[in-house]
T-cell receptor, first 115, second 114 residues
Framework: AQKITQTQPGMFVQEKEAVTLDCTYDTSDPSYGLFWYKQPSSGEMIFLIYQGSYDQQNATEGRYSLNFQKARKSANLVISASQLGDSAMYFCAMRPKTSYDKVIFGPGTSLSVIP | EAGVAQSPRYKIIEKRQSVAFWCNPISGHATLYWYQQILGQGPKLLIQFQNNGVVDDSQLPKDRFSAERLKGVDSTLKIQPAKLEDSAVYLC????????????FGAGSRLTVL
């Protein structure tokens, strides 16, 4: 069965520091996509970054990068130079290619950026 | 481009009453998803449509929840009768069928069942 695990319910980081949010996943599909979404207190889900399972390079989008370790089935999100506006819930998600593109989400990590 | 539209944003009902949520996806997005997000948890997929056909509804409580997507565009999610545990945010999302298939979410409909 496909599953996403995020073991850090809450994280704190000092403003301007980098932080890593952990995500591990379980799937038997050889091909899949991994996503990170941000959900501020206002409630909207904001797409941050995508990594395909066959991508050779780790994905980067501005201050966000994805540390993808396929053999370990981990897809950690790294946020560099944290800003106060980064305080939010962060969700890791997976789309196994053979499961009608069903997208499943992890339980989330709450990030608080301290001034 | 216009985003995913959802209504109503907020709804308060008493248990055993009924409620309906509406979603209009991004134009051209073939796939539409309804997720339930209980406070403090990640979104749980209720139902997924590909055009106007259901491709996954394995976690939809079919005794009380129903959903349809007429003409492969708008979708409605209905709960009848509602229970206290249905209090949650109902998120609609849509995606294309190409590339990364990134989900674009609506603002959500927050349901409180008293």
């Amino acid at each position: 069965a496909q599953k996403i695990t995020q073991t850090q319910p809450g994280m704190f980081v000092q403003e301007k520091e980098a932080v890593t949010l952990d995500c591990t996943y379980d799937t038997s599909d050889p091909s899949y996509g991994l996503f990170w979404y941000k959900q501020p207190s206002s409630g909207e889900m904001i797409f941050l970054i995508y990594q395909g399972s066959y991508d050779q390079q780790n994905a980067t989008e501005g201050r966000y990068s994805l540390n993808f370790q396929k053999a370990r089935k981990s897809a950690n999100l790294v946020i560099s130079a944290s800003q106060l506006g980064d305080s939010a819930m962060y969700f890791c998600a997976m789309r196994p290619k053979t499961s009608y593109d069903k997208v499943i989400f992890g339980p989330g990590t709450s990030l608080s950026v301290i001034p | 481009e216009a985003g995913v539209a959802q209504s109503p944003r907020y709804k308060i009902i008493e248990k055993r009453q009924s409620v309906a949520f509406w979603c209009n996806p991004i134009s051209g997005h073939a796939t539409l998803y309804w997720y339930q997000q209980i406070l403090g948890q990640g979104p749980k997929l209720l139902i997924q449509f590909q055009n106007n056909g259901v491709v996954d509804d394995s976690q939809l409580p079919k005794d009380r929840f129903s959903a349809e997507r007429l003409k492969g565009v708008d979708s409605t999610l209905k709960i009848q009768p509602a229970k206290l545990e249905d209090s949650a945010v109902y998120l609609c999302a849509s995606s294309t069928q190409s590339g990364a298939n990134v989900l674009t979410f609506g603002a959500g409909s927050r349901l409180t069942v008293l």
